[in-house]
């Protein structure tokens, strides 16, 4: 996954949308002048912090918010923030210091970090930047309306609070995130992400995010299924599920007890000791009318089992693209890095999605110059990239992160230079990887889902094949939304270019299993 930088979207309040379903500024938060108050949240990170940014917009316009696209306009700035690597904190400080000024000209301004910095540095950060008003951790950003109006509920009484009572902190990890998006509007258009889980329980040396995310929580199959039905409803078609290891889904879930075999037809779940599994809640999933795709972020090699593989094969709405990060080329570095698999076990479970799902496309993510990494190790990882054919690489230095077990106990002995140049020959071997695997598609009949209109040049359509691969092509806007059988053209490293075949496909995705997929 990569680390991108997002920002909050204009949108008129609930209020202004829809007269009757709507919460109207709540007392208390109107401005003098009767205006909504205006929100811009500014997300870093991964795909798990955009969707909670998502949720924090959703809340905020209940308690009769707006948000706004411009940050000098907005009387509540949140920071939705991302640890994972020193740099990502390192550019979430600059952001906030460029506040200090505006906040000095509007002290009735309210600054607040959210997310896995907020999580892992917590208070620290008021001594750091003095102008923060807001601190809340990862299970606790759903409280952040009500932390604003306490807030200005206190700045409006000065003699009673004092300047250290001006500041909320909330980053207790005990709860649930509550997700009520009943009365929501989505904005989003025809794609979304759906967190499935909340947390990791592995404890990979070098990860930050155990300690900033927390244990694991699986959501319900049923609460899932719901929210999906509302995106649907909301003109969703494409759902991105999210976890941090997102197909060991259900294993935090108590067994089912024992008890009467199942009547005939009513649901065996697939996962350990009768458990809900990821491969469960993909195919309740598949069942949702007018879901047309179905995504997933980010997969972990030790829960890849065979009801997974089956359940991709079977579900037709799935992508046959899965992120299986492997990290690196060495058994001696994943042991240090505590993966939990070797490369022959990453190689058996990738057999397994194989043998069940022959076109299936993979994806990983690469760190360099971890503790130790020798040039052996370094040139293991180069060639287990190529081997495996990994069709989309993402791949980072190592950075140390403060309270994990490899800045513990080993050294961060690679030199920079090293790592950079470490990083520049993967890069090299990613990009001719990645282009002979595209490669394969040319000339090839394939469907792909149309998801938008190129914002550099209208006439260009912006979709995706049933891999999961980037596709481009020429064709009216009323494509959007519907899946084409396009012929590949043109293929670089990173995607490729395609002519329309035979016109839009008339039928669903989801209903064209038996379809033959132009010879892939
Ligand atoms: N340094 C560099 N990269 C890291 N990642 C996670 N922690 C670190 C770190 N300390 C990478 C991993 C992970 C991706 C999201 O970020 O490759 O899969
Ligand atoms: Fe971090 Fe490992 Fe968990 Fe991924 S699986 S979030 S790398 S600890």
Not at 430 to 451: D, K, N, P, S
Request: charged share 30%; with cysteine.
């Amino acid at each position: 996954m990569s680390t991108t930088r997002h920002q909050s979207r204009a949108l008129p309040a609930l209020g202004e949308i829809a007269p009757d379903a709507v919460s109207r500024p709540a007392p208390g938060v109107a401005d003098q002048d009767g205006a909504a108050p205006k929100l811009h949240v500014v997300t870093f990170g991964c795909q798990m912090n955009k969707y909670d940014s998502e949720l924090v917009e959703g809340r905020f316009r209940k308690s009769g918010y707006v948000t706004t696209d411009r940050l000098e306009d907005a009387d509540v700035i949140l920071f939705n923030t991302c640890s994972v690597r020193d740099h990502a904190e390192e550019r979430t400080w600059s952001w906030v210091g460029e506040l200090k000024q505006a906040k000095r000209e509007r002290p009735d301004l309210v600054v607040g970090i959210m997310g896995c910095m907020a999580q892992r540095v917590e208070e620290e950060i008021f001594k750091r930047a003095g102008h923060v008003d807001l601190v809340a951790g990862t299970r606790q950003f759903h409280l952040l309306p009500a932390m604003v109006e306490e807030l200005k509920a206190r700045r409006a009484e000065p003699d009673r609070f004092r300047a250290k009572d001006l500041r909320l902190l909330a980053t207790d990890m005990a709860e649930d995130v509550p997700v009520d998006r009943s009365g929501e509007e989505y904005t989003g258009g025809l794609h979304a992400h759906l967190a499935v889980m909340r947390g990791c329980d592995l404890s990979c040396t070098y990860c930050v995010v155990p300690t900033t995310r927390g244990r694991v929580r699986s959501r319900p199959i049923e609460e899932l299924v719901a929210e999906a039905r509302w995106y649907v409803s909301q003109g969703v078609q494409v759902l991105t599920l999210l976890g941090q290891t997102v197909n060991s889904y259900g294993e935090d879930f108590p067994a089912p007890q024992v008890g009467p075999a199942p009547e005939a037809g009513a649901a065996r779940w697939t996962g350990r000791q009768g458990r809900p599994s990821l491969a469960d809640l993909l195919r309740a999933l598949q069942e949702v009318d007018g879901l047309v795709r179905i995504r997933l972020i980010t997969l972990h090699p030790s829960y890849v089992t065979r009801a997974l593989a089956e359940a991709i094969r079977d579900c037709d709405k799935v992508d046959r693209f899965l992120p299986l990060p492997a990290q690196a080329g060495s058994d001696d570095v994943l042991r240090r890095m505590k993966r939990g698999y070797t490369l022959d076990l990453y190689r058996e479970r990738v057999g397994l999605l194989r043998e069940v799902v022959p076109d299936i496309e993979l994806g990983s993510d690469w760190i360099v110059g971890f503790c130790g990494e020798t040039d052996a190790d370094f040139e293991g990882s180069l060639a287990f990239l190529e081997e495996q054919g990994f069709v989309l690489n993402y791949i980072f230095k190592y950075s140390p992160r403060p309270n994990t077990r490899a800045a513990e106990r080993y050294e961060d002995d690679v030199a920079e230079d090293t790592k950079k140049a470490r990083h520049k020959r993967l890069l090299e071997v990613a990009e001719r990887t990645q282009r002979a695997r595209l490669q394969r598609y040319r000339g090839r009949e394939l469907r792909a889902f149309i998801e938008s209109v190129s914002e550099r040049d209208g006439r260009i359509l912006l979709g995706r094949t049933h891999h999961g691969l980037p596709v481009s092509l020429q064709g009216p806007a009323e494509l959007v939304g519907t899946t084409v059988h396009l012929r590949v053209e043109e293929t670089t490293a990173y995607g490729m270019a395609a002519t329309l075949a035979r016109g839009p496909a008339r039928i669903g995705l989801h209903s064209a299993a038996s379809e033959a997929l132009g010879g892939q």
